[in-house]
């Protein structure tokens, strides 16, 4: 009796061990997540945001723990809107990023719930119309601005253009990011003792025929961080180009095909804070509405060394002059 006693005992005790292990190996098992990847459209600028916030990413939490879907919105808003839409009705998807405002404004709209990050914005408060501005969205929204100091940019044009009177600002008229910068630094640029004009395009197509028009009428362009222009800067650069017209840019992706110079930030840097962001995000260790928006802090002067030649521009050597080559 003894002994059956003692066989039953460490049988129970035995599954009760295994019982423990399953329910710890359970509780250990890594989490894995999806995240829905809405970019506005492809170009340099955002193709390296959406590469450093995969790599943060796939670094904190490892390649077999994150799931990415990435959607390109070619340039389209209403695009955008679709990609967020099904991101939320699958309900698959544990963080969306959207890369450029029209994307981060169709996730705000498509949802109040699943957390979003964003990145390639260049004033959140003017984005979602926020009109109280802390520095935290106080929904379920952060992320990182790429917008450099427009006061700089301004300098930097009356530094290298010493003789310009009027600047045009070439834009897109759909686009508040870029509307913001152009009315940020036609301030800038008075307070320079220079006039400035406004030139907007709705799309790609018109940017060729308002770059002529504003070529005719100005000394120097400057191009904010824009996406329809970066998306087609050889069109402006054929014009440009032709009429001996220098263009300073808002980033190094315009800057390489259009532009002689730029203040920039790295898109690859704001795209990794991002990921870092959503990985602390996902891992319940911060929540998206109490987060600063972050932004970005390393800024370079660059030039293209050739278009200043042809152009006579004596560059300072505090530029750095950028790779044409690099890819």
């Known amino acids: 009796m003894k ?3 003692r066989i039953i005992a460490l049988v129970m005790a035995s599954v009760l061990m295994l019982c ?5 190996s359970k509780g250990n098992e890594t989490k894995k997540y999806k995240v829905g990847i809405c970019q506005l459209v492809q170009h340099d600028a955002l193709d390296a945001a ?3 916030f995969q790599d943060a990413l796939v670094e904190k939490l490892g390649a077999e723990n994150v799931e990415f ?3 390109n919105a ?8 679709t990609i967020v839409n099904q991101f939320v009705s699958a309900g698959d998807v544990d963080l969306i990023m959207a890369n450029a405002t029209p994307a981060l404004q169709a996730a705000m709209t498509a949802t109040a719930t699943i957390p979003i990050v964003a990145t390639s914005i260049t004033d959140f408060a003017t984005a979602l119309d926020i009109k109280d501005w802390t520095g935290k969205t106080g929904i379920n929204v952060t992320g990182t601005a790429d917008l450099a100091p427009l006061a700089d940019q301004a300098a930097m044009i009356k530094e290298l253009c010493p003789d310009a009177k009027t600047v045009g600002i070439l834009y897109c008229s759909a686009e508040p990011n870029s509307k913001y910068q152009a009315t940020v630094i036609a301030a800038e640029l008075q307070k320079l003792g220079l006039t400035s004009k406004d030139f907007t395009v709705a799309d790609t197509n018109e940017i060729a025929s308002v770059t002529t028009k504003a070529c005719d009428e100005v000394d120097v362009l400057y191009i904010p961080t824009d996406n329809t222009i970066a998306s087609a800067t050889a069109a402006v650069n054929s014009v440009t180009a032709d009429k001996k017209i220098p263009v300073v840019a808002g980033e190094e992706g ?13 898109y690859y840097s704001i795209g990794q804070k991002a990921g870092e962001m959503a990985a602390d995000i996902l891992q319940g260790k911060a929540d998206p509405a109490t987060m600063d928006i972050a932004y970005a802090s390393d800024l370079t002067k660059l030039y293209v060394a050739d278009r200043c030649k042809d152009l006579g521009i004596t560059v300072p050597d505090s530029y750095e002059a950028i790779d044409m080559t690099a890819e």
């Not at 423990?20 to 710890?24: E, I, P």
């Not at 800057?255 to 790295?266: D, E, M, R, V």
């Open 50 to 52: 959406t590469k450093g």
């Open 74 to 81: 070619a340039g389209e808003s209403a695009t955008c809107a």
């Open 254 to 266: 315009i800057c390489k095909g259009c532009g002689i110079a730029t203040l920039s930030i790295s």
């Open 3 to 5: 002994n059956a006693r």
């Open 20 to 24: 423990l292990f399953a329910g710890c």
């Open 69 to 71: 879907d990435l959607q």
